[in-house]
């Protein structure tokens, strides 16, 4: 019955997977997405959803590979659509609802703070308002526009706040420096074909669901790695497509990482900083007490954050 309801409703993820399936099961594994850079030898097309929890999930991963692979990788975020809404699946999807105590069930399991109150107190109809809100962010920048993803995933999982309504959308953008008039235009423009676009090549790219990362070379050999898994999965995709791939070091400095990231959780500085998981929190917790960090605690952990000066 659970794996029926997992494979209904989209919002219930696999936990064994790592996996927010969508309801769409057409799949074509061709790739016809080329590496756009010259400098970077591999392109990365990660498949995501605002509000995918396994996608949450995977921050801790993605973020050491920004920083050890980031050299040599071109990454390049793709809306896959995960909620259009309430009623395109019919009868199989159920209620917002249904959804809070599996978040709260996913945060325990990816160890990253979740509040699945949302779902009770200011539900979702639709992942679309976000998502195309992010293609507007990349019209202006990239980095902002990955930024402002970061943002609109900290307010829906650990604040609780609705990320299709705009208050909160152009308080994200506000947060990372866009222009919220310019986004605010392209939203109701030019972002909405991006997305459909995106949407158009994941059916080509057969994804089924959130995470998906396709790994790509120059001469377009591909690597998938399908789901939230450890970080030695995603390095061994690159570095069978490329094994002279260079790992970069960087500092393990609580305040390099923060100076990078600037927030983080416990589990999030315990991967970027090699420290066991039970010393990050009470190390962070430790700044936090002395006044260098800010905290936000939900019922299913914590992030903190450099303080505001």
């Known amino acids: ?3 029926e309801i997992i494979k209904n409703n989209p919002l219930l993820c696999d936990i064994e997977t790592g996996v927010c399936e969508t309801a769409d099961e057409s799949s074509n594994t061709s790739t016809k997405s080329k590496v756009g850079s010259k400098e970077k030898s591999l392109k990365l097309i990660y498949y995501t ?21 980031g050299n040599a990788l071109e990454i390049e975020y793709r809306m896959g659509g995960l909620l259009p809404d309430w009623s395109y699946n019919s009868g199989g999807i159920g209620k917002p609802s249904d959804v809070a105590s599996h978040w709260d069930e996913v945060s325990v399991h990816y160890d990253m703070p979740i509040d699945g109150d949302l ?17 507007a962010a990349q019209l202006q920048d990239e980095e902002k526009a990955q930024w402002f993803m970061r943002v609109m995933r900290e307010l829906v999982f650990l604040k609780k706040k609705n990320i299709a309504k705009w208050e909160h959308m152009s308080l ?48 377009e050999n591909k690597e998938t790695v399908y789901g939230t898994r ?31 990231y600037p927030s983080l959780t416990a589990k999030e500085y315990s991967e970027l900083s090699g420290t066991p998981r039970n ?23 914590s ?6 000066q």
């Open 1 to 3: 019955m659970k794996n």
């Open 49 to 69: 959803d605002p509000i995918c929890s396994s996608c949450w999930g995977i921050e801790p991963q993605l973020r050491k590979l920004k920083l050890e692979y």
């Open 119 to 135: 779902w009770l107190e200011d539900p979702l109809d639709s992942s679309y308002p976000p998502s195309i809100a992010f293609k």
């Open 172 to 219: 994200a953008a506000k947060l990372v420096g866009l222009d919220v008039e310019q986004l605010k235009t392209d939203v109701e423009g030019r972002a909405k074909e991006m997305f459909e676009d995106d949407l158009k090549l994941g059916r080509e790219l057969g994804v089924r669901g959130f995470p998906t990362l396709f790994f790509i070379d120059e001469t």
């Open 230 to 260: 450890p970080y030695a999965f995603y390095e061994m995709a690159i570095l069978k497509l490329n094994p002279n791939a260079i790992k970069s070091e960087y500092s393990k400095n609580w305040e390099f990482l923060f100076s990078i």
């Open 279 to 301: 010393e990050s929190e009470a190390f962070l917790n430790e700044l936090s007490a002395q006044g260098t960090l800010d905290k936000w605690t939900t019922k299913n952990g």
């Open 303 to 308: 992030m903190w954050t450099i303080k505001e």
